[in-house]
């Protein structure tokens, strides 16, 4: 490919059903793409909101060099009905490499 490198996180919070997972590269430390469980609510700078489980893909702007994150409901995704951490890092293992 391109040769560049990525990292994979996940974190879990003080309750188990609190979470997140992201890749991100490893050069510049730049996220690609972020699930998360249980967290806060998004405001997307369009005006939408999503709620506390979402999926974040970052754009970067290359005009302005800025670098957007957009949170997606979950429902129309594989992690709709994920049943915990370990569950929900090999889907998204899996969706990281289809996508």
């Known amino acids: 490919m391109n040769g ?4 994979l996180h996940s974190y ?11 890749l991100r590269f490893s050069e510049t430390h730049l996220y690609l793409i972020r699930l998360c469980i249980n ?10 909101v999503v709620g506390v489980n ?14 957007e ?4 409901s ?6 709709s009905d994920i049943q915990g951490l370990s569950e929900a890092l090999d889907k998204f293992m899996e969706y990281t490499i289809n996508h």
């Open 74 to 79: 979950l429902d129309a995704t594989p992690f």
């Open 12 to 22: 879990q919070g003080r309750r188990a059903s609190k979470y997140s997972i992201h």
């Open 69 to 72: 994150s957009y949170a997606y």
């Open 39 to 48: 967290g806060s609510r998004h405001h997307n700078l369009d005006g939408t």
């Open 54 to 67: 979402d999926l974040h893909v970052y754009k970067h702007h290359e005009d302005t060099g800025d670098i």
């Open 4 to 7: 560049a490198q990525y990292i």
